[in-house]
């Protein structure tokens, strides 16, 4: 099973991208859903997260600005990113905790590569 994430890219102060993360693999379940990232020099931090039933939680910094959904049947996360600042920049990884997939075995924290994104002042 893994992730894989698109829709980084370099955008100006008060733009906008949507980021977009799928898993793979004979996927039956996967529990809570999230986006990180991490800026030069710091560590990773959470951004959003939302479980498989739908609810949410935001870090206060994006809070109003950016929006997680997720489409269970594809197996896929977004995050529509809007008023950008350029304290946004960093590395976005998505991460689901737990990925069951048919036949009953169970993946833990599960990582997509990063995808940057540059926000330009």
């Known amino acids: 099973v893994q992730l894989q994430a698109s829709g980084g890219g370099l955008v100006q102060a008060g733009g906008s991208l949507r980021l977009s993360c799928a898993a793979s693999?004979?996927?039956?379940?996967?529990?809570?859903m999230g986006w990180y990232r991490q800026a030069p020099g710091k560590q990773r931090e959470l951004v959003a997260a939302i479980t498989s039933g739908g609810n949410t939680n935001y870090a206060d910094s994006v809070k109003g600005r950016f929006t997680i959904s997720r489409d269970n049947a594809k197996n896929t996360v977004y995050l529509q990113m809007n008023s950008l600042k350029p304290e946004d920049t960093a590395v976005y990884y998505c991460n689901a905790d737990r990925m069951v997939v048919r036949g009953g075995n169970s993946y833990l924290e599960v990582w997509g590569q990063g995808t940057l994104v540059t926000v330009s002042s």
């Open positions: 693999g004979s996927i039956f379940v996967i529990n809570t």
